[in-house]
C-alpha cells in the first residue's frame, strides 16, 4: 500500500468508495465539474499521457473508488512536478507603490525593469 493511498483512506475515514462531495474536496475542483464531466474526471500531461478517473453511480449518488483516488493523486503529482510553472512578469508601467518599494530595498514585480 502506497502513502497516497494511506493518506486518502486516512482522509476518508477507511471508505474504499468514497462520495464524490469529498473526492472533490481532496482533489481541489468544484463537485459541479465532476458533475458536468459524466462521472469522470481527465488529466493529460505533456508527454500525451492521459489518466481518468471513472466514477460510478449508486442510486442517485456518485462514488469512486479510494484506490483510483491515489492513482489520479500520483499521476497528477507527477505531471506538476515534472513541469515547474513560471511566473509570467507582469505587462504594463510599474505602479508608484512598487517604485517606492524598490527604493526602499523591497522586491517589487518590475524590479528588473528598473534599475
Do not use: W
Request: aromatic share 6%.
Amino acid at each position: 500500500m502506497n502513502d497516497t493511498l494511506k493518506l486518502v483512506l486516512e482522509q476518508t475515514g477507511g471508505a474504499l468508495l468514497v462520495p464524490a462531495k469529498k473526492v472533490a474536496q481532496l482533489i481541489c475542483v468544484e463537485i459541479q465539474t465532476i458533475r458536468n464531466n459524466k462521472n469522470c474526471l481527465r488529466v493529460t500531461n505533456r508527454s500525451g499521457q492521459e489518466y481518468v478517473l471513472q466514477g460510478g453511480r449508486y442510486g442517485s449518488r456518485i462514488f469512486f473508488k479510494a484506490e483510483h483516488i491515489a492513482e489520479y493523486l500520483d499521476f497528477r503529482q507527477a505531471r506538476t512536478s515534472a513541469a515547474p510553472l513560471t511566473v509570467p512578469p507582469k505587462r504594463g508601467r510599474p505602479t508608484k507603490a512598487s517604485l517606492a518599494g524598490l527604493r526602499l530595498g523591497q522586491v517589487g514585480h518590475h524590479q528588473a525593469q528598473v534599475g
